[in-house]
């Protein structure tokens, strides 16, 4: 196992990992930009280091070639990249590659097919996984634009080709929408990626969002820890989610998880990863997207399995072999839901910055918090506005669902606004409480 990780992140995920390093007797190097001060994660590290000042002080998680020198500089065995900024570009596996640091995820030639959203897609379309009509945006003009998209049909999405987390991605219904459309997308995406190309693809009415999460080492070795039902979304930002699935009956289930450890065994993946697909009651399932990395929602998955992904993260990355069962005999147990809580206003849903006057999150038996920050310290507008996740499990979906309840309305935020209003009007709706809400659910709601 490593001796020493730098986390090439910040926030709640980079303490996350620091969690299971800790737990592991590994030592940690937390990297942070000049904008943060000393922000949480940088002050629980065992060591952390400044990055390089830039003009967007986001863009210092994107510089791969400081953050590996300072992997180097600070004797680390690997670098994780958590989720977002650099976890999906193939820049950061193939620095750490040439300076002779461990990658905690794919190899760079996963990384770079998986960054490619258009080239993930066509790959899953090669080995028969069913994939939604797509045109690739090339830069022929208005005119190629419009037929490409008139070729598709309305309604559409414009998403990033790099990156995830729905950074990047538009709905379009009518031609009108479409040239602008295209240009925000790709503006989102090079502000967070460093890539503006972008891509057309048909969407799919009253869907439901699933992703199977996948674990496999070296040796072959392929596990799958079952689905999580990720379709309460605001703007395509995944806002709470569940595990499992309330939608899908056991030979859907199976068919889906068939899906992913196929595509993982075909192109022999390393580590944890997550295949994105989307379906409705007459549709799919549909392959939307693969992500090499951890997922914001992988909580709700640790909680129903008790398997720590992180931990099997750096074990597969170290060349040891996995510590649970393979072929689906992690057997999940009761129902878990997470909820983001993100400063921004209830009402406009604009990032609220300040200073966290009071902070206090649930303490509650079966609740779990992740964080990254702390009472006093600054939300800029500079990062992702996430302050913490909440996590209810339940023996069934009913109990977790009235645990997190009692879960939000223990949690107090002072110094900036948040979302908590809104999570728990949507806990409170019978299409959520039913099990019955799709991709849509928050724009009716709201």
């Not at 300076?99 to 996963?110: A, E, H, K, S």
């Not at 009108?176 to 967070?192: M, P």
């Not at 939300?379 to 992702?384: E, P, S």
Request: with cysteine.
């Amino acid at each position: 196992m490593f001796n020493k990780v730098l986390v090439a992140n910040r926030g709640e995920v980079a303490c996350r990992i620091f969690r299971t390093c800790r737990a592991l007797g590994i030592k940690t190097v937390a990297v942070y930009s000049p904008a943060e001060g000393t922000p949480m994660h940088a002050r629980l590290a065992d060591e952390s280091f400044q990055l390089p000042e830039h003009d967007a002080p986001a863009n210092a998680y994107l510089d791969a070639e400081a953050i590996v020198g300072l992997g180097v500089e600070s004797g680390s065995d690997a670098i994780h990249p958590g989720y977002g900024f650099l976890s999906e570009s193939p820049v950061l596996a193939e620095h750490c590659d040439r300076r002779g640091v461990t990658f905690v995820g794919p190899r760079p030639d996963i990384a770079r097919l998986f960054a490619d959203k258009w080239a993930a897609r066509e790959w899953m379309s090669s080995i028969s996984v069913p994939v939604l009509p797509g045109a690739r945006v090339v830069d022929d003009g208005p005119s190629g634009l419009e037929s490409a998209a008139s070729s598709l049909g309305y309604p559409l999405m414009v998403k990033a080709t790099e990156g995830g987390g729905g950074i990047g991605m538009q709905t379009v219904n009518k031609p009108e929408q479409l040239q602008r459309a295209v240009k925000r997308a790709g503006s989102s995406a090079f502000r967070a990626f460093g890539n503006r190309e972008v891509y057309l693809e048909k969407f799919l009415p009253d869907a439901r969002h699933l992703e199977v999460q996948i674990i496999s080492d070296a040796e072959g070795n392929v596990s799958h820890l079952w689905e999580r039902e990720c379709s309460a979304q605001r703007r395509h930002q995944k806002v709470i989610e569940e595990a499992p699935s309330t939608s899908l009956s056991p030979s859907a289930r199976k068919s889906l998880v068939s899906l992913a450890i196929g595509a993982a065994r075909s192109i022999a993946y390393v580590g944890a990863g997550t295949f994105e697909f989307v379906m409705n009651e007459m549709q799919g399932p549909y392959f939307l997207e693969a992500n090499a990395r951890l997922q914001v929602e992988h909580a709700v998955t640790e909680m129903t399995t008790g398997v720590d992904i992180v931990e099997q993260q750096l074990r597969a990355a170290a060349g040891l072999g996995l510590t649970i069962s393979h072929d689906g005999e992690v057997k999940p147990h009761g129902h878990a839901i997470q909820c983001r809580i993100y400063a921004e206003d209830p009402v406009t849903f604009l990032p609220s910055p300040g200073v966290l006057q009071s902070f206090v999150l649930p303490d509650l038996a079966n609740v779990r918090v992740d964080t990254g920050y702390a009472v006093g310290d600054a939300v800029t507008r500079y990062f992702d506005p996430l302050l913490a996740k909440v996590i209810a499990w339940g023996e069934n979906r009913a109990g977790a669902l009235r645990l997190m309840r009692e879960a939000l309305d223990a949690t107090e935020v002072s110094g900036v606004k948040t979302n908590i209003p809104i999570l728990q009007t949507a806990l409170q709706h019978p299409d959520f409480v039913g099990g019955l809400y799709t991709t849509g659910f928050f724009e009716n709601l709201i």
